[in-house]
């Protein structure tokens, strides 16, 4: 439960960084309730980059103001973080702070707390209890839209194996300093031709993806499986692909400290061979993230 029981008393939010394209969206509910009355009350409001809005006002003298229920949809394109305070009139004490990527939602319930919900609708918090950790289920970012990643390239005998891949931006871990956790990206994803192959290059900001195995459907009967690699850098991991469509890669990772804030994502890229002069691969819609911090 959050009361406000003083007339300067409030709740606000302000964003970490400025918006790509799109304020985040609030919502709150909350009752005022007297000696003689409750009265239910909402207030629909947006971030306003880095400076502080009114998510929930203050309330009237001889009044206690207690919130319910809170709601911030990140709506925007890009990642941001956002912070939920208490302000009572002259200093703002922090309530919540996380990354919220597009389409994401950080909610506030009485009796449950924060939480975040993937946009995927399933709940990312994490908690400890007497030094065991706990997880409330499995956090998924799902590709909501078709994504495309074609890359043009002059040299056959490297295809593009020498230009950097292109990073699936709707689908990224958020990681904070020090935690560690497990990762598994499933990516559909259809060819040119079946002699174009793929690599894809999952990658943490601020330190290196500590061990992780890649799978990828090879033929229609067969798969190529590498395990124990420490480094992100993949050159070239098939030659080929089983069709032009319905290929299938799973990438599974565990990130054993993460050195600083950040995010763990992937990208992918197109490789070929003569006679070939240009490929391109295609990540279909619906593929997923799913992870979990471990500590």
């Known amino acids: 439960m959050i009361v406000l029981s003083t007339t300067n008393s409030k709740i606000q939010v302000f964003l970490g960084d400025s918006i790509t394209l799109s304020q985040l969206a609030c919502y709150a509910s909350y009752r005022d309730t007297t000696t003689t009355s ?21 309330p009237a003298a001889s009044t206690q103001r207690i919130v319910d229920y809170l709601s911030i949809q990140n709506i925007d394109t890009g990642t941001n ?11 703002s004490y922090r309530l919540m702070e996380t990354r919220l990527s597009p389409g994401e939602k950080l909610e506030y319930q009485e009796g449950h707390g924060f939480k975040v919900i993937s946009n995927g609708s399933s709940i990312k918090t994490f908690a400890s209890f007497d030094g065991v950790s706990s997880s409330s289920g499995f956090a998924m970012s799902v590709l909501k839209r078709d994504f495309v990643c074609t890359q043009d ?17 709707d689908l990224k871990l958020p990681v904070f300093f020090g935690k560690s956790y497990w990762f598994r990206y499933v990516l559909f ?19 290196p993806v500590q061990a992780f195995t890649y799978r990828v459907t090879l033929t229609s009967s067969s798969e190529t499986i590498i395990n124990g690699i420490s480094s992100a850098s993949i050159t070239s991991p098939t ?26 994502t992937i990208g992918t890229a197109a490789e070929f061979t003569a006679p070939q002069t240009s490929s391109s691969v295609t990540i279909r819609a619906n593929s997923f993230l799913q992870y979990q911090q471990l500590t």
């Open 81 to 91: 973080k956002v912070v939920v305070t208490f302000y009572d009139g002259s200093t």
């Open 189 to 207: 994803y259809d060819v040119d031709a079946t002699t174009t192959g793929v690599r894809f290059n999952p990658q943490i900001e601020g330190g």
């Open 38 to 58: 409750i009265t239910p009350l909402r207030n629909v409001i947006s971030t306003n980059n880095t400076t502080a809005v009114d998510l929930v006002g203050s």
């Open 239 to 264: 030659a080929t692909s089983a069709a032009t469509s319905g290929n299938v890669a799973i990438i599974e990772g565990h990130i054993l400290f993460a050195w600083r804030d950040g995010f763990c």
């Open 153 to 169: 390239v002059t040299s056959t005998s490297l295809g593009n194996s020498s230009n950097a891949p292109k990073t699936l931006t």
